[in-house]
């Protein structure tokens, strides 16, 4: 092991800082709530995941809800058989969702492109019909998974008396509501950008970095591509593992609807939306797309009867009417919208739009001391 | 009829494009430590008859052995690994990433083979790999363009990156198709010398070249091919007088 470039450990402490600190400065914001900051951590934790794969290889998986629900499952199992601490859960959920994506992955990776991205959706939307209907003994079907007063939980029992009341996880004993629960989250968050920055920054990245951007270079260069992509395929399967366990872990209820489409949809959003293939862009996505989602939903047409007052009536019903459509229930067309604007406006999603305007600053700031230099600097490379 | 020091041979290989036929009869022996070069007009099936040499390709029939391996039937990168790299017509970069990781890339595939979990390591502490690289990136005088995106580069600096990633594995049987396409006299000419330079090496090269000053001041030995078929072979003044190539090549536009 060798220690991180000085850059590389800007960037993590800085990243440490603002992840700790979020109860404080998401306060003005009103988003300060445990609850929503778990959400955060969690799926801020699903894409950087998803980036290794997606952002690093190019291999863009419409699937990954897949493993996400796989690790909400078994850590409810591990908490429903094993313990109801957190830690065993953990370990088991991604486990079982790295042998899982193994699976997966060693099949969908057959094929590039977009016969690719469409095996892996068709391997969630299977995961999903076998979560909901056929696989009912272990995933409980549409009810969910759910702790109970029963459970057996061996490694508890064989250790202490069971606790009276409703089950709920623990780790070391002391309970993950509330705060707790989120620096429990942002601390697994931490880890998981830890790691990503590692690999990014390791050979093994830059080979994955070699795949996208020409894989027939790779093979004739002495590369087989195939068990770097798989490798890829099971990281990112064990950090989606890993969020659905936590989202277990602050809500002990596993449903099939984790493994759906759309699910599998939000992920890539959150993605391209930050910045696909830097480390800060998918976490930043993830922020945004949670925070957001959190606000529109809520709104109904009575606040928006009340935004709206101050405009003559007819007007204001109208313009209800059609708003109302992006709310509350229609908050994924409010997404849609957003996501084809950065598309086909911000293609490198908002961190290149942060690029882009430190670019300007830096030629206004240079251009007075250095006028007509007119030849533009050669591109760096990322 | 293999002599000992046939470091490649191309044993009666046909390739055939639904009714093209685009290689016919094709038998070719590379000799160790030489520079073998293919010619002929436009179409007449070198690129070809090098794709299935790395296996781009399946040939219809016949096949290719290197060294007394047999390399039809294996993947692109096993060939690799057993010695042999390509410079391609139109230049196989990393447009995305940097020069000087263009050129790490080939050499950690020569240090640690097709496949290796290598995640815990950072790359700035690969300083060995590094050095190599930017020594290399000397020799080909690119080494002020290192941190400069690949795709960013002139035709002719892609070439010769190219030609980098490719030296950098010290091959055993080196491709070259059409090195020089595209670069200016004075870059082919720095070119010429640096191919000059690894043939004291004893590096062997099939080399595809237009440029006949190319390839006179390089070959040992000339393949001319027109229309799939082999129609001449020997030294370069050999071919040179050669009737049957002034009529199919050099007599033609050239
Ligand atoms: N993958 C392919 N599928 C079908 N036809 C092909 C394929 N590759 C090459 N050909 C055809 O085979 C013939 C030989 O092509 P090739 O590229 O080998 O020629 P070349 O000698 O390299 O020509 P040039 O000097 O223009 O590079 C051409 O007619 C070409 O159209
Ligand atoms: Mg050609």
């Known amino acids: 092991m060798t220690v991180m470039s000085r850059n590389d450990l800007l960037l993590f402490l800085g990243f440490t800082v603002v992840v700790l600190a979020m109860p404080i400065w998401l306060h003005p914001f009103g988003a300060a709530y445990p609850d929503l900051l778990q959400r955060f951590m969690i799926y801020g934790i699903f894409a950087v995941g998803f980036n290794i794969l997606f952002g690093l290889t190019g291999y863009l998986s419409f699937g990954h809800a897949a493993f996400f629900g796989v690790g909400s499952y078994a850590a409810v199992w591990s908490f429903k058989l094993l313990s109801l601490d957190a830690i065993p859960a953990m370990i088991f959920a991604i486990v079982i969702s790295g042998l899982f994506a193994l699976i997966i992955g060693y099949v969908s990776l057959r094929r590039s492109g977009i016969y690719f991205s469409i095996l892996t959706l068709a391997f969630a939307q299977m995961s999903y019909n076998l979560a909901y209907s056929v696989l009912t003994p272990i995933t409980n079907g549409e009810t969910g998974l759910q702790l109970t007063l029963n459970d057996p939980r061996y490694l508890d029992r064989a250790m202490f008396e069971a606790a009276p009341g409703q089950p709920v996880p623990t780790l070391l004993g002391q309970s993950l509501g509330g705060f707790a629960g989120f620096y429990f989250c942002a601390g697994f968050l931490i880890l998981a950008f830890f790691i990503a920055q590692r690999i990014t920054s390791s050979p093994f990245g830059m080979m994955l970095k070699g795949i996208k951007s020409n894989q027939t270079r790779m093979n004739y260069t002495g590369f087989n591509t195939k068990p770097y992509t798989l490798a890829a395929f099971v990281i990112s399967g064990m950090y989606a593992g890993l969020a659905g366990a936590l989202l277990a872990v602050t809500d002990p209820l596993a449903g099939a609807e984790r493994m759906q489409w759309t699910a599998s949809g939000e992920v890539v959003l959150m993605t391209i939306l930050g910045g696909a293939g830097t480390l800060v862009g998918p976490v930043i996505g993830a922020w945004l797309i949670k925070y957001f989602e959190n606000i529109f939903s809520a709104i109904n047409e009575n606040i928006l009867h009340r935004f709206f007052d101050f405009l003559p009536d007819g007007v204001d019903n109208v313009l209800v009417a059609i708003s109302s459509k992006f709310v509350g229930e229609g908050w994924f067309l409010t997404l849609g919208l957003v996501f084809v604007l950065i598309v086909v406006f911000l293609p490198g999603g908002i961190m290149e739009g942060v690029r882009r305007i430190a670019h300007l600053f830096d030629r206004s700031r240079r251009s007075p001391t250095k006028p007509g230099k007119a030849t533009p600097h050669p591109q760096p490379a990322e | ?254």
Request: aromatic share 4%; net charge neutral; with cysteine.
């Open chain 2, 1 to 254: 009829m293999t002599t000992p020091n046939v470091v490649l041979h191309v044993a009666d290989v046909h390739k055939r494009f639904g009714g093209l036929h685009a290689l016919a009869d094709i038998d070719l022996q590379v000799e160790e430590g030489q520079t073998h070069a293919i010619i002929g007009p436009n179409g007449a099936g070198k690129s070809t008859l090098l794709n299935v040499i790395i296996g781009k390709l399946a040939p219809s029939s016949g096949q290719v052995v290197f060294d007394g391996a047999i390399l039809t039937g294996r993947k692109p990168y096993e060939i690799n690994q057993l010695g042999i790299a390509r410079v391609f017509q139109t230049p196989e970069i990393f447009a995305d990433l940097s020069v000087l990781h263009n050129v790490m890339i080939p050499a950690l595939a020569k240090r640690d083979g097709a496949f290796k979990l290598n995640l815990l390591r950072s790359l700035d502490s690969e300083t060995g790999i590094r050095q190599e690289a930017e020594d290399m990136l000397e020799d080909v005088g690119m080494h002020s363009r290192r941190e400069m995106a690949a795709g960013s580069l002139s035709r002719g600096d892609k070439r010769r990156m190219e030609l980098a990633m490719c030296l950098i594995q010290h091959p055993r049987l080196l491709l070259l198709d059409e090195p020089t396409a595209g670069m200016s006299r004075h870059d082919t000419n720095t070119t010429i010398e640096l191919l000059k330079k690894i043939k004291s090496r004893g590096m062997t090269k099939v080399i595809i070249e237009h440029d006949m000053h190319v390839v006179f001041s390089l070959a040992d030995k000339i393949s001319v091919l027109a229309q799939g078929r082999i129609i001449a072979d020997g030294t370069p003044d050999q071919v040179r007088g050669n009737p049957k190539v002034q009529e199919a090549y050099l007599g033609g536009a050239h």
